[in-house]
């Protein structure tokens, strides 16, 4: 799981550690373990939300982990053309490549640690697809696709792309240096993340060497969640056991903890872990297949449009006519 990675740990900047008699350290409210699937041609994912109260996931609306999958020559698969309207789509890659190519002009290929951010606003048509030499020779893809959702003065937005390289996460070191941070959107202990985004929310990718801790200020009016992706660990002040696969979901408070247990099986010798949190927007929510808005009377509007030929154009359809 490389994702970015440095040379010395030591020469980054510091996570603080939190002031004792000021902070308040966030307690865990649920841990669920997401169940498998597959998504567009049948590539497989783990629902990381599936079974939580969306009212703890407020602002986000979907979570799938893609992999982790060694594909054989042949086997890599991606999605179909389709549409999106009322939210955002991230993309981040830890191993493996994804294409990218939108409606709207935007789009590209994104490998080890680089993110795509999609704003689907008004309405937008894409496809997500494995380039044509990783089919060929197959090879391990393994990321998430993230889904954020926008406030109702957001949802008619313009739709645009971000193409965010590894290269630009802002990186930080825990205090004891067992643990890499890398933020790719929002602020994390001043250290912002080169994620734009209409709704505030902070996106991290933690490495915890085993044994190691790791506290993180956090927004008292973010949510916060933390889902493992591999390694075994725990999360809080009560040491709720935490594994790859699983989501915890934490209450109010002003940091929050993750720890590494100090044995690690040998193929996941680390613990790796996704942070995520954002200021809910606490508006109606409405979800319908590639849609999110805030009524059933726009859900089905966004498919009348979508199938009226509104949402876009696939550009190769534009360059036959």
């Keep these: 799981m490389p994702a970015v990675t440095v040379d010395d740990v030591l020469a980054l900047p510091r996570v603080p550690l939190p002031d004792p008699t000021t902070g308040r350290e966030r307690a865990v409210v649920s841990v669920t373990t997401a169940p498998g699937g597959f998504e ?49 789509t991230v993309t981040y890659m830890i191993d493996g490549q994804m294409a990218h190519q939108d409606s709207n002009g935007g789009g590209g290929l994104i490998s ?47 739709p645009r792309y971000q193409d965010i390289r590894g290269s630009k996460v802002a990186l930080l070191s825990s205090p004891d240096g067992g643990a890499l941070v890398r933020v790719i959107a929002g602020d994390l202990a001043g250290h912002a993340g080169p994620g734009s985004t209409y ?6 990718h933690a490495t915890l060497s085993p044994g190691a801790e790791l506290t993180l200020p956090w927004r008292p009016d973010f949510n916060a969640l933390v889902y493992a992706l591999s390694g075994t660990g725990s ?36 613990v790796d872990v996704l942070i995520l949190g954002g200021r809910p927007i606490r508006e109606p929510l409405a979800w319908g297949g590639p849609f999110v808005m805030n009524s059933e009377a726009e859900v089905r509007q966004a498919f009348m449009d979508f199938q009226a030929g509104k949402l876009g154009v696939i550009p190769a359809a534009r360059e036959a006519r």
């Design 112 to 158: 080890n640690g680089d993110t795509q951010w999609m704003t689907a606003g008004a309405g937008i048509l894409h496809i997500e697809a494995p380039p044509e030499h990783l089919v060929t020779s197959g090879g391990l893809f393994h990321g998430f696709q993230l889904w954020v959702n926008l406030p109702r003065a957001q949802k008619w937005a313009d």
């Design 235 to 270: 999360v809080g002040p009560t040491r709720q056991p935490l594994r790859g696969g699983q989501l915890a979901v934490f209450g109010s408070g002003d940091t929050l903890t993750v720890r590494a247990d100090t044995g690690q099986a040998s193929n996941t010798p680390t």
């Design 199 to 204: 709704t505030p929310i902070t996106l991290a």
């Design 40 to 88: 567009g041609e049948g590539f497989p994912v783990r629902r990381a939300f599936a079974g939580v109260d969306l009212r703890h996931l407020d602002p986000f609306v979907h979570l799938d982990q893609m992999g982790e999958v060694d594909y054989a020559p042949g086997e890599p698969k991606g999605t179909a053309w389709h549409p999106h309207r009322g939210f955002e």
